[in-house]
Every structure is written in structure tokens, then in C-alpha cells.
């Protein structure tokens, strides 16, 4: 088993330096909260860690899925961001004309 085994290309992080290595996309995955971990994307992406570790599954199924739960974690984040309701009235105004 091999958690040094490199990434082809490193994998961007929100926060820290890129992962290079499945050690460093292990220890990310580490730093979220349970509840995050827990979702299925992060749950496939720690088993496509394991079966490359192990030589059991490509790095590259590694790497997607690292970058597919780190996709879905932004776009859950940015769903989640409350919205100012002046936003959309401000904009309706503008559109009808009035200063």
C-alpha cells in the first residue's frame, strides 16, 4: 500500500496547497467536518483513494473523484448562501426605468 503514489497533475485545493500526493488528498478529506465527509460524493472519493493505494483502482479514478466531491461541496456551498431579497428588487427596478 502506497499513500505517496503522485498525482499526474496535482489536485487544486480550497484551502492549502494542491494535493500531489493521495497522503495529501487523505489528509484534506481529514480536516472536514463528519457530517461533510459523510456524503456520498467524499465516501466514493476516500474508496477511490483506498483501491489506488492498494493498487487496486488507477490514480485517475482517484483524482476524479476528489475533484467531483470538492465540485459538489462548492456548488452545496453556494446553494446554501443566503440571498439578499434588495438584490432581486433593485434589479426589477433598474429594469423598469426607475432610478
Not at 30 to 37: A, D, F, S
Not at 41 to 48: F, K, S, V, Y
Request: aromatic share 6%; net charge negative.
Amino acid at each position: 500500500m502506497s499513500w505517496d503514489r503522485p498525482f499526474a497533475q496535482p489536485v487544486p485545493l480550497p484551502k492549502g496547497p494542491p494535493a500531489q500526493t493521495l497522503r495529501d488528498a487523505a489528509d484534506y478529506i481529514r480536516t472536514l467536518p463528519q457530517p461533510e465527509r459523510d456524503r456520498q460524493e467524499w465516501r466514493l472519493a476516500i474508496q477511490m483513494l483506498i483501491d489506488a493505494a492498494e493498487d487496486r483502482g488507477p490514480m485517475l479514478f482517484a483524482r476524479i473523484g476528489i475533484v467531483r466531491a470538492l465540485e459538489t461541496s462548492i456548488e452545496t456551498t453556494l446553494d446554501a448562501e443566503p440571498q439578499d431579497p434588495r438584490q432581486g428588487k433593485l434589479k426589477e427596478s433598474k429594469a423598469e426605468g426607475i432610478p
